[in-house]
């Protein structure tokens, strides 16, 4: 067994002095013998009050969790089987296939060539990695079983390289017409980009996500491989983002130059997301929001030369926008949102990590009546602003307002006074690393939100045993749909909280 696979299978964890070991109570890090102290019908109890996603992640975990698992899959429909099955899923046009760590590369390729010559009819294949940040997916064996019906193909995560050496051979496959593709890899270069674009013309929706694991620019984007995205005449949906995961890197090589080519080429795009973009300015962002009058989602992340102004700009699409993200925009401030009410579409609005926000921008949001959906996590906003935005009167299903520290429990009260539409509709809401919330607001909240179904409440150190029992205990408990609690790392509960009997309707996913 090579390292990778031991780490997954023993649950190692380097860190400390020479590394910390963990997994089920075991001193020793070895996950497997401290399962076996539960009987079989105990974990199986457990299994049942997971969500079918969680159940195929745990799969990967160890032989115990694998073998109570397939005891329990009989038992799931074939409707949920095909919405969240991570595991090896079969229908009638798709395939999904995921796997952490594996000791046989060889073997796991001939199994892949197996399965994929048995679905000769295939339109969407999706191929996922859980391991460390370093393993890829070999896409080369790939190349000789792929059918030409295949439309869509996702990989996370595999080498650019590699991928570039594979793409160049399959675009020779008869009839091969890939429309959708999705990518988390290494490195995003002009390199890649061209060869997408000399390999697959005709693709409508394209993703990439690039993880570096140095800050060199060599062998980076370049406005040059954003030009040559031009001869994709077809694509309406574009996502280009740089993570941080592996280090605090950027596009450095992409200023506004790029971004012009990008409108100029793409005056379809009806979806827009980019990230990690820090030459880029509003003028850049803004060359987009002026050609592309079909738009209905533009999302930015990580743009620190983004200013107000690109609001101001948005104002020809603001007709079509549905979805508005822009995350982590260290410059915007509240009144970039002063005309935002102009958005007659718009559902979505993501601002998280936006740290400039204050008590004016929820008035600013709260005029948008068809606002759904609301991240406001890290705003420098307080009680009075949680109080204007529930004066707005929206029918909100999901809120974050995550780490607004100025918050107390009477703004949380305030945002839910008076029996307004949020208390019908609001169904996923998350306050945690806030800490001035205690049991006040939880009452506040299990009392008023009658169709709450997920709540976050970690690193919420006010909250007390009391909480957790008032939520078992809430009002009208017989119709609650409160299904996810997280809990993690809330220090006002005690050991007996987890020992509270939690009933058979709720909590199936408890964190």
Not at 238 to 246: D, E
Not at 252 to 273: P, W, Y
């Amino acid at each position: 067994m090579d390292e990778t696979a031991k780490r997954h299978y023993t649950r190692e964890v380097g860190g400390g002095n020479g590394g910390e070991k963990g997994g089920g109570g075991s001193s020793d890090g070895d996950f497997e013998p401290s399962m076996g102290r539960f009987m079989d019908h105990i974990i199986i109890n457990v299994l049942e009050k997971m969500d079918l996603a969680s159940l195929c992640t745990v799969a990967c975990v160890s032989p115990t969790f694998n073998s109570a698992i397939a005891y329990r899959l009989p038992f799931v429909s074939s409707s949920d089987l095909s919405e969240a099955f991570s595991g090896l899923q079969f229908a009638n046009a798709s395939l999904l296939i995921e796997f952490a760590g594996c000791d046989a590369p060889e073997l796991f390729k001939r199994k892949l060539a197996e399965m994929l010559q048995k679905v000769p009819l295939l339109e969407s294949l999706s191929i996922t990695i859980r391991g460390t940040s370093r393993d890829v997916f070999d896409v080369r064996p790939l190349g000789q079983f792929l059918p030409p019906s295949l439309k869509k193909l996702k990989l996370q995560q595999t080498d650019a390289r590699l991928f570039v050496l594979w793409l160049d051979a399959v675009r020779k496959i008869p009839l091969f017409n890939l429309r959708n593709m999705s990518l988390v890899l290494d490195l995003i270069s002009d390199d890649l980009l061209i060869t997408v674009v000399h390999s697959l013309p005709h693709l409508v929706e394209l993703d990439l996500e690039d993880r570096p694991f140095t800050l060199s620019s060599v062998g980076d984007l370049t406005n040059i491989g954003l030009q040559a995205l031009k001869f994709c005449e077809c694509l309406i949906a574009l996502s280009i983002v740089r993570s941080k995961m592996n280090c605090p890197a950027s596009f450095t090589r992409v200023d506004n130059k790029g971004m012009f080519h990008v409108s100029e080429g793409f005056k379809r795009l009806e979806a827009v997301k980019l990230g990690g973009f820090a030459k880029v300015t509003e003028a850049g962002y803004s060359s987009i929001l002026y050609s592309c009058w079909n738009l209905n989602k533009f999302e930015v992340l990580t743009s620190p030369l983004l200013s107000d102004s690109v609001i101001d700009n948005m104002t020809g699409v603001a007709r079509s926008v549905v979805e508005l993200r822009l995350s982590s925009c260290s410059l915007l401030t509240s009144e970039a949102f002063e005309h935002l009410s102009s958005f007659r579409k718009l559902e979505v609005l993501d601002t998280s990590g936006c740290e400039h926000l204050g008590d004016q921008a929820p008035f600013y949001i709260s005029k948008v009546t068809t606002l759904t959906r609301l991240n406001l996590a890290k705003a420098r906003i307080t009680d009075v602003g949680l109080a204007l935005l529930g004066a707005g009167d929206l029918p909100i299903v999901q809120l974050c307002i995550r780490k607004c520290e100025k918050v107390t429990d009477k703004g949380i009260k305030s945002l839910f006074h008076a029996d307004r539409k949020i208390c019908k509709t609001l169904s996923v809401l998350d306050v945690g690393y806030i800490p001035k919330i205690t049991d006040a607001a939880i009452f506040t909240i299990a009392t008023a939100a009658k169709a709450l179904t997920d709540l976050s409440l970690r690193f919420c150190n006010g909250v007390t045993d009391a909480a957790v029992q008032m939520l078992m205990d809430r009002p009208n408990h017989n119709s609650s749909q409160l299904q996810m609690l997280d809990l993690c790392s809330c220090r006002g509960l005690s050991a007996e909280a987890i020992m509270l009997p939690l009933p058979l309707y709720a909590f199936h996913r408890l964190r």
